[in-house]
T-cell receptor, first 111, second 111 residues
Framework: DTEVTQTPKHLVMGMTNKKSLKCEQHMGHRAMYWYKQKAKKPPELMFVYSYEKLSINESVPSRFSPECPNSSLLNLHLHALQPEDSALYLC??????????FGPGTRLTVT | GQNIDQPTEMTATEGAIVQINCTYQTSGFNGLFWYQQHAGEAPTFLSYNVLDGLEEKGRFSSFLSRSKGYSYLLLKELQMKDSASYLCAVSRSGGGNKLTFGTGTQLKVEL
């Protein structure tokens, strides 16, 4: 099973809302990632969790707050977002430095 | 920092062979990955090279030369469903599996 699941598939939120994106994998991977992808651009790394600890934060604004409750789950908490934050948010997981498996993404629209 | 270059677009004929090149400049090289991404979908893993040489997987092969900072993805017996964006991604050592993606090559397969 090489599946990474993400919920919700689509999300529309206002600039004053608080929402969360969820990601789950059951492959026993100990590294999990959040990426942001704008249309016709490659994915951009936001955060890396390794063994449930945040190991990389790519200077992401504090309105994005990641959380790793356990080795299978990864959340991204959103607060006071801007319209330019509208994008496809992808979660991925990997076994250490091996290939990353991506979830289907959450398409976020900030109004 | 890193610099990863790929051609923006390529067009090929069904049944033919196409080679997509990727050049990179990076420190702490820890492997190179190729991903396929159809419009509106998540990237899917195609191949991984960490040592010099050719890796073959069915219709897809990938080559790496670390001394030249060069890789290519070779697609044989092209099918219409191979029309997609092909992303070259470089992994750097240290602090988790940090992937940086190239801008992607949009491949169009024609009859």
């Amino acid at each position: 099973d090489t599946e990474v699941t993400q919920t919700p598939k689509h999300l529309v939120m206002g600039m004053t809302n608080k929402k969360s994106l969820k990601c789950e994998q059951h492959m026993g991977h100990r590294a999990m990632y959040w990426y942001k992808q704008k249309a016709k651009k490659p994915p951009e790394l936001m955060f890396v969790y390794s063994y449930e600890k945040l190991s990389i934060n790519e200077s992401v604004p504090s309105r994005f707050s990641p959380e790793c409750p356990n080795s299978s789950l990864l959340n991204l908490h959103l607060h006071a977002l801007q319209p330019e934050d509208s994008a496809l948010y992808l979660c991925a997981s990997s076994q250490e430095s091996r290939e990353q498996y991506f979830g289907p993404g959450t398409r976020l629209t900030v109004t | 920092g890193q610099n990863i270059d790929q051609p923006t677009e390529m067009t090929a004929t069904e049944g033919a062979i196409v080679q997509i090149n990727c050049t990179y400049q990076t420190s702490g090289f820890n492997g190179l990955f190729w991903y396929q991404q159809h419009a509106g979908e998540a990237p899917t893993f195609l191949s991984y090279n960490v040592l010099d040489g050719l890796e073959e997987k069915g219709r897809f092969s990938s080559f790496l030369s670390r001394s030249k900072g060069y890789s290519y993805l070779l697609l044989k017996e092209l099918q219409m469903k191979d029309s997609a964006s092909y992303l070259c991604a470089v992994s750097r050592s240290g602090g988790g599996n940090k992937l940086t993606f190239g801008t992607g090559t949009q491949l169009k397969v024609e009859l």
